[in-house]
């Protein structure tokens, strides 16, 4: 591959072939959302399946959040949750900031406009990344082909696929700008680009820049390898790259640790690979994903590469082109040949998917595959010599399959709701949600919808609750009490109970086909009360007969078995905790208690939460399997409640420390640059 190079004023065609890469894109998806009548051409929208269950209502949630300034801790679902652990896996998006600032009735519309600016700026970049990388190409040639290329890049089978899939895609915008920062430090320039373009792309998405993390390793070996260079010179970039990725970690410490301590208390962090290999789909189901107009692959093992048949026309091509050495096709065979092996084999998956099988939507890091198809197809095109009219019919042939492909699979495979069914109960919500605030603190839930993350979507403190960083031990409680689940490990519905309303201080039930009927509990216990040390004995685990659940656990609570609610109401309730203060992560209270026993609180047991009883820090313990707890004596008490989300203090120093070092050798490079002005040239 020839080098990259700097932008000059010579180069005049440049800005209008970015133009054509951003705009391209654009195009295509607005005539898509113009004839699918999606928002603003219509009253539908692209948040639906996990858009609409997942993704739409945790912005909903953090926008809020962000505004109040209540960035750490939610108890808008499952009885609490880390909201700083859940936002690092799904909403911190740089996209997503507007959301936070602009009406209500428009966020529905930026959310799928938002869709398009992904798409268009993922054609951008990696537009960017051919012109800096192909100069060898002439600029007239380079106007129509990049563009196209980048098309293809944009409208991949892996986008179409993942359209609803809100914080995927960010990742898939910025890998062009982490490939190009890789090889800026192979030509001994500036590791700026790669340093930013990776930081910002794990703060984005946690989860699918791992998968970007391993790739650039991998993508730094395969051009140390394919380019001839001398042992120092390797050696130098790999100080180099290894100085420069573990400060894009450590940059991003404040969000990898508590994001990645989150996840170890899941379910599927206790996944592992079984010791048999096999493969995850054959020959034949392989080369029809290479076809155009195959179905979208969502819940089997099989991957979405489509990037156009001619990019794998022209790979074949590129492997018996003699204007490569032999050293550049071999080295490229060998990484492309172990990109698809590692895709095709059941040991690969669980590597590339974060050490655990993915449920559903299958070969997340197709996209990667993708890339390095397309690199090598534009490396062919930009420098062998092709005859001008195969030239433009080889781009004509990219684009058509590009468009065509992503306008069937999208008209015909990509799931979109209507606006109303998304925002159907707004117009009551109000009036239910203002309720809460009457009260220092009240949860409140529905008896008839499956909607599991509607206390984020409308901003009530609930139980109903859908996401991939769910504890294991808030999935074992709930599935072994009786309450239903949607998807996999990662999420419950509340069905309605006297035991848990009263437990989980439900005081507002809502109820109705419309959500027009509101009925408020009496029988509600405080967020915190005195109960009995039985309550260690209960294991969620241990139970036989989930239907019984419940019963158990407020035996458990009173030490005694009851005949009737209200008995064991009668005695929980002598004893409770009075709030003074609420906020999301810190809480104050009174409680005045007739005997010794247990401070059983109706929040999940988190290591970040620490409890102070008449100013003294108390030893916090699980109690039932998943709730905070502390023992506690007779008697008057002021009792402090406060969250600190785990691992945040070691992020934001590590995070700190990163910076300050970054910074350190910025200035020092500068100061070096004064210095010795012809060292610029390297830059």
């Given amino acids: 591959m020839k080098p990259t190079y700097k932008l000059t004023k010579k180069d005049k065609t440049v800005p ?3 133009a054509l890469s951003f705009c391209l894109p654009a195009t295509v998806l607005l005539i898509c959302f113009a004839i699918s009548e999606i928002a603003p051409f219509g009253d539908r929208t692209l948040c639906s399946m996990d858009g609409y269950s997942q993704y739409y209502p945790m912005l909903m949630n953090m926008s809020r959040a962000v505004k109040e ?16 652990a859940q936002s690092g896996y799904y909403t911190n998006s740089l996209l997503w900031l507007p959301l936070y600032f602009i009406p209500h009735s428009a966020q529905v519309s930026y959310i799928n406009l938002s869709v398009l600016l992904r798409l268009s700026l993922a054609g951008l970049f990696f537009c960017f990344y051919l012109v800096r990388t192909h100069k060898s190409l002439s600029y007239k040639k380079s106007v129509y082909l990049f563009p196209v290329l980048s098309l293809v890049w944009a409208l991949s089978g892996y986008m179409s696929a993942f359209i609803n899939q809100l914080m995927w895609t960010d990742v898939v915008v910025l890998l062009p700008l982490v490939i190009l920062g890789i090889e800026y430090i192979k030509e001994k320039r500036s590791p700026l680009l790669y340093i930013f373009a990776l930081f910002i792309s794990i703060v984005s998405c946690f989860y699918i820049s791992f998968m970007v993390c ?3 390793v991998l993508w730094f070996f395969f051009i140390m390898f394919r380019d001839r260079l001398r042992f120092k010179e390797r050696f130098a970039c790999a100080v180099k790259f290894g100085v420069s990725s573990l400060l894009a970690g450590g940059m991003s410490a404040v969000v990898i640790i508590p994001v990645y301590k989150a996840l170890s208390l899941t379910k599927a962090s206790d996944i592992s690979f079984d010791g048999i290999l096999e493969a995850n789909y054959s020959l034949k189901e392989f080369l029809l994903r290479i076809l155009p107009f195959q179905k979208t692959s969502l819940e089997y093992d099989l991957p979405n590469i489509y990037c156009t048949v001619t990019v794998f026309v022209l790979f074949f091509f590129f492997l018996f082109s ?3 050495s032999r050293r550049h096709r071999t080295v490229t065979f060998i990484f492309v040949t172990f990109m698809f092996l590692s895709m095709s084999i059941n040991l690969g998956e669980f590597i590339w998917h974060g050490f655990h099988y993915p449920n559903q939507l299958p070969a997340r890091q197709s996209f990667l595959v993708i890339f390095l198809m397309l690199t090598v197809a534009a490396e062919y095109l930009a420098l062998c010599r092709i005859n001008k009219k195969i030239f433009y019919a080889v781009t004509v042939l990219l684009f058509a399959g590009a468009t065509l492909n992503f306008a069937v699979q999208f008209s015909r495979d990509v799931w979109i709701s209507r606006v109303t ?4 109960y707004e117009s009551v919500m109000s009036s239910f949600v203002a309720l809460d605030d009457e009260d220092a603190f009240a949860r409140m839930e529905w008896t008839d919808t499956k909607k599991n993350n509607y206390p984020q979507q409308y901003g009530y403190k609930g139980i109903g609750y859908y996401s991939s960083t769910m504890s294991a031990d808030a999935y074992d409680f709930f599935q072994q009490t009786g309450m239903e689940r949607y998807a996999k490990n990662v999420s419950v519905h509340y069905k309605q109970s006297d035991i848990f309303n009263a437990l989980f201080s439900v005081r507002y039930i809502m109820s109705g086909e419309h959500g027009g009927k509101i009925t408020e509990n009496e029988k509600v216990l405080s967020l915190g009360f005195v109960c009995s040390d039985s309550v260690y004995v209960f294991e969620p685990s241990e139970i036989k007969k989930p239907e019984l659940g419940q019963q158990l656990l407020w035996d458990c609570l009173c030490d005694k078995n009851l005949t009737s609610l209200e008995e064991g109401f009668e005695l929980l309730s002598e004893n409770q905790m009075e709030i003074t203060l609420f906020d999301t992560d810190y809480i104050e209270g009174t409680l005045s208690s007739n005997r010794d026993g247990i401070f059983f609180i109706s929040v999940p047991y988190d290591e970040g939460w620490e409890i102070f009883i008449d100013g ?8 039932a399997g998943y709730f905070l707890s502390c023992p506690i004596d007779k008697g008057e008490h002021e009792i402090t409640l406060k969250y600190t989300v785990p691992g945040i203090k070691a992020g934001a120093a590590i995070s700190l420390a990163s910076l300050l070092f970054l910074s350190g050798l910025i200035t020092t490079e500068q100061i070096l640059k004064k210095r010795n002005p012809e060292g610029k040239a390297h830059n």
């Fill in 421 to 424: 069914s998304l925002q159907k």
């Fill in 16 to 18: 209008l072939t970015l």
């Fill in 69 to 84: 300034g209540e960035l750490f801790y939610s108890f808008n679902g499952a009885l609490g949750f880390n909201l700083w």
């Fill in 214 to 216: 391993i790739f650039a």
């Fill in 616 to 623: 003294e820090k108390t030893e916090t313990k699980k109690a």
């Fill in 322 to 324: 003699k204007n490569f």
